[in-house]
Structure formats: C-alpha cells, structure tokens
C-alpha cells in the first residue's frame, strides 16, 4: 500500500432477520466470513450480547446436599463414524456417605477421521476437558477418571 492515499475497505453481508433469541444472535454473528479477523470489531457487541444477558448460572449440587466431602470428575469419550464426543459428570460425596452425581459438560464434533483417530482425538479432548474445568470450578477435585471401550487409547 501507498503512503498518503486512502484505502477504504467495506464488507456487504446479506444477513437475513433473525429473531432476537441467542439462537438468532448466534446465526448472524456466524453468518459473517472474516477469515482475516477484521470485522471483529463489529461482532465483539453481538458477542458481549450473548455473553451478558444469556450467561446461564447453574448449580450441579442439591440444595438439600450439605456440604460435599469428595469431588471426582469422570470424563466418557467414544466416536462413532460420523464424529467423536466427550460427556464429562462430577461425582460428590457429603458427609454422610451420599452421593450425587452432576452433568458438567459436553463436547461434539463431526470429524472426516477414521474410528482409532476420533478414539484417540476424544480423548485428548477429554484431558483439555479435565484441566479446563480443574481451572475454572471452585471445588478441590480428588481424582479423574476417564472413560473410553476402545483398546487404541489404553496402549
């Protein structure tokens, strides 16, 4: 580019209306292709929409519980031939030996892979799964546990 001469750079986005749902905020802010990242400015505000207003505050221990003792996370991978997912639970234990079980994530993808890749990429995204929710809960974790039928991931 040329010092002193003024570029203009635009984009033309054919958005159809959506309604004002998270579902429709997410379909026009995924509807806009910036491979380069420069319209980020003007999705940064869809985002913080999404972020702010639909935050969802969900607790995964009973009222009636008391306080838990224990807390172990157990992670199940397994693909199929369509794509790989992982399911992660938290297992408690209070004081008086009663358990609780809670689902806390859950990840999908559709991969072009084949059955012991997926294996082994489940997994991986099970162990990323396992320190990101380590970093984020509040809670001392005693172990983890992870999960899968395939002999590819144990060898």
Request: aromatic fraction near 8%.
């Amino acid at each position: 580019m040329e010092c002193g001469v003024r570029h203009t750079l635009g984009f033309r986005n054919r958005i159809k209306q959506k309604p004002a749902t998270r579902r429709g905020i997410l379909a026009v802010i995924s509807a806009v292709y910036d491979p380069l990242g420069l319209a980020s400015p003007a999705i940064l505000l869809p985002k913080m929409v999404l972020q702010k207003n639909f935050a969802v505050n969900r607790c995964v221990k009973p009222e009636d519980f008391g306080e838990p003792e224990t807390f172990k996370l157990h992670h199940l991978s397994d693909p199929s031939e369509f794509g790989y997912g992982i399911v992660s639970y938290v297992r408690m234990v209070n004081k008086d030996g009663r358990i609780h079980c809670a689902f806390v994530m859950a990840k999908a993808r559709v991969a072009p892979l084949s059955i012991p890749h997926m294996e082994l990429t489940a997994a991986t995204v099970a162990i990323c799964g396992d320190r990101l929710l380590k970093q984020k809960i509040n809670w001392t974790v005693g172990k983890s546990y992870f999960w899968t039928d395939d002999t590819t991931v144990h060898r």
